[in-house]
């Protein structure tokens, strides 16, 4: 059986869990699950899907989740073009490197 992650009391901003990285708290990785939940729980289509993988990128990139980061990109690159959605293409690469 799956454990199940506690639903969080507030929002969790990128902010709360940039800083959980930064400061090497124990949690951060846990504090990164339950932003990434919140988002998830929230997409209401495609583009949304799309939208998401690239913050998540973002995010996992500023927190030194290098991997991840690509991983997502990869993956909102292929969403995009599977649905043909330029700029949300053209957004994905033109972030940097």
Do not use: F
């Not at 940039?18 to 400061?23: C, I, M, V």
């Amino acid at each position: 059986m799956k454990e199940r992650i506690p639903e969080p009391e507030h929002e969790i901003s990128t902010k709360e869990v940039l800083e959980a990285y930064r400061l090497s708290i124990p949690e951060a990785q846990e504090l990164m699950v339950k932003w990434m939940l919140q988002k998830e729980r929230k997409l209401r289509g495609i583009e949304d899907e799309i939208a998401y993988k690239i913050e998540l990128a973002k995010l996992s990139a500023a927190c030194g989740l290098v991997e991840q980061a690509i991983l997502q990109l990869e993956e909102a690159l292929i969403l995009a073009r599977q649905i043909g959605v330029s700029r949300k293409i053209r957004e994905i690469q033109s972030l940097p490197r």
